[in-house]
């Protein structure tokens, strides 16, 4: 079964973003142990057209087993020159009445988070987009996939 869901999930992801202007996609698998607090995901995003916007999603996919209603994240972009810029977000998992948000099958849930809506890139080059999670639990189960999707409005 795991080899099944492990080839569906990427095809998936790869027919949900056709025809959605994506400049980048990529998920990174979480091991069955958790995401450890040392762990980071990082994404190298090569740009090339500064002249438009573009909108960045953080992708997540957790089973019905995570302990929280929310998920913390760390993030950091790096650009070509070498700046930096760090940012905290909150993912709301569940709302208020622990019904989970997203959408999904079995206990398996799936989340497109807005973290950029209309994000212009200074110059062109490779920007790395750099997610850490932010929970207090180490490692943190239930996580199974962490990517970001990159869109050119």
Excluded at 53 to 68: D, G, Q
Aim: charged share 20%; aromatic share 10%; proline share 5%.
């Amino acid at each position: 079964m795991r080899f099944v869901s492990l080839f569906i999930v990427p095809v998936a992801f790869l027919l949900a973003s056709c025809g959605r202007n994506s400049v980048y996609t990529h998920q990174d698998v979480v091991p069955e142990e958790g995401w450890d607090v040392d762990s980071a995901y990082s994404h190298r995003v090569e740009i090339a057209d500064t002249a438009v916007t573009y909108a960045v999603l953080i992708n997540l996919r957790h089973t019905e087993a995570f302990p929280s209603q929310n998920l913390w994240l760390f993030t950091e972009i790096k650009t070509p020159s070498g700046g930096v810029e760090h940012d905290t977000i909150e993912c709301m998992l569940a709302d208020a009445h622990g019904a989970w948000l997203g959408h999904g099958w079995g206990s398996l849930r799936e989340m497109n988070i807005l973290f950029r809506q209309r994000l212009k890139f200074p110059e062109p080059g490779t920007y790395t987009f750099t997610l850490r999670h932010g929970m207090r639990l180490d490692p943190l189960p239930a996580i199974n996939d962490v990517g970001v999707e990159v869109l050119k409005n």
